[in-house]
């Protein structure tokens, strides 16, 4: 059973950096896309950073230029490097992985790290 793992996340002042990690365990296919969401209180869940496999990425306009998605195909895990944190960045970061498998498309889904910016 595929499981996704997300660990970094912490309680970090303004203009801070913080680097979160996923890790997925228990398949024996290769992931394609694997990102990075968040969801603020009261907010919807939204796309922050997408990585393929190849190594192309794609950000949100609000986190261009402050945070760097990265991945190591061999260990499965997906990384998210944030830095010059402000306070509207505060929410649950959610880490997503997909699969190609014939004709089928999985999406997988972590359990999600609280990443609080606040003075």
């Known amino acids: 059973q595929v499981q996704l793992v997300e660990s970094g996340g912490g309680l970090v002042e303004p203009g801070g950096s913080l680097r979160l990690s996923c890790v997925a365990s228990?398949?024996?296919?290769?992931?394609?896309?694997m990102g990075w969401f968040r969801q603020a209180p009261g907010k919807e869940r939204e796309p922050v950073a997408v990585?393929?496999?190849?190594?192309?990425?794609n950000y949100a306009d609000s986190v261009k230029g402050r945070f760097t998605i990265s991945r190591d195909n061999a260990k499965d895990t997906v990384y998210l490097q944030m830095n010059i944190l402000k306070p509207e960045d505060t929410a649950v970061y959610y880490c997503?992985?997909?699969?190609?498998?014939?004709?089928?498309?999985?999406?997988?889904w972590g359990q999600g790290t609280q990443v609080t910016v606040s003075s």
């Open positions: 990585i393929t496999r190849g190594g192309t990425t």
């Open positions: 228990g398949s024996i296919f290769s992931f394609n896309g």
């Open positions: 997503n992985a997909d699969q190609i498998r014939g004709y089928g498309k999985f999406d997988y």
